[in-house]
């Protein structure tokens, strides 16, 4: 917890220099197309720090995270296959390293695209569920690029901008909450992100 503390401290300062909100961004194209942890606290940590740019961040946030999911439906679509149904090495490097990433995971997915479409997006991209994944999946199963960046769209811009309003209208009470209660919500917020691993590996 102590290292986690520190993490949170360190994010944190990045309020306090030019280079908070490019950081921001660039974590967010990479959580929806290759990295694991999700730019959830580093946009906290941000708005925090700036309250009067909660919306600026949030919109970063969303920005980025949208430019990532068009990141990974490109490597889904391009960068996925080596033949007619076999997996390129990019494919078997992300089922060796990405968490909650294998080839069962992967085909299940096809059929919920097949069934869901819209709202496997829509979820996937709302919720804590590995967002990559799904963005991957769609562009080498080639689901409907434009519904796939309108789902995208909504649900990233809708998760950010909450996050952004809830910080700019309760941030002082927050902060406090967040300080007074730090060590229990990191646990949370570790549970829960192992959790959406866990979905789509078991559930999905």
Not at 17 to 45: K, R, W
Not at 85 to 107: C, D, N, Q, T
């Amino acid at each position: 917890m102590k290292f986690v503390r520190k993490l949170y401290d360190w994010m944190l300062h990045w309020a306090n220099t030019p280079f908070g909100p490019a950081a921001l961004f660039l974590l967010a194209v990479a959580e929806s197309s290759f990295f694991p942890i999700p730019p959830d606290a580093l946009l906290i940590a941000l708005a925090l720090g700036m309250r009067a740019k909660s919306f600026k961040f949030a919109f970063l946030c969303a920005a980025g995270s949208i430019i990532g999911a068009l990141i990974g439906y490109g490597i889904g679509y391009y960068l996925w296959w080596s033949g007619e149904s076999a997996f390129s090495g990019i494919a078997e490097f992300f089922f060796k390293h990405v968490p909650g990433f294998s080839e069962s995971v992967f085909y299940r997915i096809q059929s919920k695209f097949e069934i869901w479409n819209f709202w496997i997006v829509f979820t996937a991209g709302f919720t804590p569920i590995p967002f990559k994944v799904f963005t991957i999946s769609a562009g080498a199963f080639d689901v409907n690029l434009l519904m796939f960046l309108i789902a995208s769209t909504i649900s990233r811009s809708a998760r950010f901008f909450l996050v952004g309003l809830l910080i700019w209208k309760y941030g002082d009470p927050i902060r406090g909450f967040i300080d007074k209660y730090f060590n229990t919500l990191a646990v949370v917020f570790i549970i829960l992100l192992f959790c959406g691993f866990m979905f789509v590996k078991y559930l999905i």
